[in-house]
């Protein structure tokens, strides 16, 4: 009478795994997640790039560099689901095993038979078993300059999935978008803070996103002459705009001066000072600085002010005199 239940349970004794579908989403991008604690970065790598591309025996954090297996990178909600689909799954079997009996012994019965025993079926129903649906798809794409895996992610990434390279130009780009997003977060702060908290809040973003500028175009240089000239520069070398243009001229034949207008290395010369004060000094304007800078507008003592357009211009151009160094490497 049981004879389907029976196989059933036989089946899923011998059943040591249940493959549970995965959906990509709309773009064809499959969510992921990073295993480590105390990061759990959640991104998204192309589904055709994910299978020909990525390595099993290796993935990497775009965000924190952990390794890992490629099985390690299920999302909790991709493995709380899972867990869900494969209980249901067993569900499933049961129930359909169990109806099938109770549908032979019915059939099995005579009719006008002196004592007819049947077996019936109540409750529990055939689960729908739908593959696990992906987040919807995420703004920020790029793709790795090294081995052309695509992925995607919100926030901020540094390294490819695929093969743990650190893009250069792709880790410059996302740090100047960063920092014109602190340039203008003041009003916000504004709106939802008290004016004390948001005036404090909005100083100390401004006078980081200072420092953050001349930091990131030091990451870059440092990146970029490793690259090509295969020593690395002198320490912090790039954080000062002569010495930085000195080695460029050794190394590619071009100084600042003849990658960029006087204008503009001229400005520059002015916030890498500022950035200097920001960073050695708290900001308070000495002898060293006016001269080296050219800026006539503080005396010695006063302290820098660092407005919004300062930080958005002093991004714009050391941008462009990135970009000049990216095109010649």
């Known amino acids: 009478m049981f004879k389907n239940l ?4 036989s089946r899923l004794a011998n059943t040591t795994s249940i493959s549970v ?8 991008f499959y969510d992921k997640e990073c295993p480590d604690e105390k990061c759990l ?4 790598i192309y589904g055709d790039d994910w299978t020909n591309i990525v390595r099993d025996e290796e993935v990497f954090c775009p965000s924190c560099r952990h390794v890992a297996p490629a099985t390690s990178w299920y999302t909790r909600k991709q493995v709380e689901e899972a ?3 494969a209980l249901n799954s067993i569900k499933s079997g049961i129930n359909s095993a169990m109806r099938a009996d109770a549908a032979e012994s019915k059939r099995r019965q005579q009719r006008n038979s002196f004592l007819s025993i049947t077996l019936e079926v109540k409750g529990g129903h055939d689960v729908a078993l739908l593959p696990i ?4 798809p ?3 794409r790029t793709t790795c300059e090294a081995c052309q895996c695509r992925y995607s992610y919100v926030g901020a990434a540094f390294f490819c999935p695929s093969c743990g390279k650190n893009s250069a130009s792709h880790t410059f780009a996302q740090t100047l978008a960063t920092i014109r997003t602190a340039a203008n977060i003041g009003e916000s702060l504004r709106a939802s803070l008290n004016a004390d908290d948001a005036e404090v809040m909005t100083r100390t973003l401004l006078e980081k996103a200072m420092q953050d500028t001349v930091m990131s175009f030091q990451r870059l240089c440092e990146q970029l002459y490793e690259t090509k000239s295969g020593p690395k520069a002198r320490r912090n070398a790039f954080q000062n705009l002569e010495a930085g243009s000195e080695l460029w001229a050794q ?6 001066a003849q990658l960029i207008d006087t204008v503009t290395l001229q400005k520059l010369t002015m916030y890498f000072q500022q950035r ?3 960073a050695h000094q708290q900001g308070i304007v000495d002898a060293d600085y006016i001269s080296r800078s050219g800026d006539a507008s503080y005396a010695t003592g006063q302290r820098l002010i660092i407005r919004p357009n300062a930080v958005l211009e002093f991004a714009d151009f050391i941008e462009k005199l990135g970009q000049q160094l990216i095109a010649r490497c």
């Open 133 to 136: 649906a992906a987040a919807e």
């Open 41 to 44: 970065f959640q991104f998204k």
């Open 138 to 140: 995420m703004r920020l």
């Open 21 to 28: 579908p995965l959906e990509s989403d709309a773009d064809g």
């Open 83 to 85: 867990r869900e689909y």
């Open 6 to 9: 029976q196989r059933e349970i």
């Open 251 to 256: 190394t590619i034949g071009s100084s600042y």
């Open 276 to 278: 200097h004060l920001l």
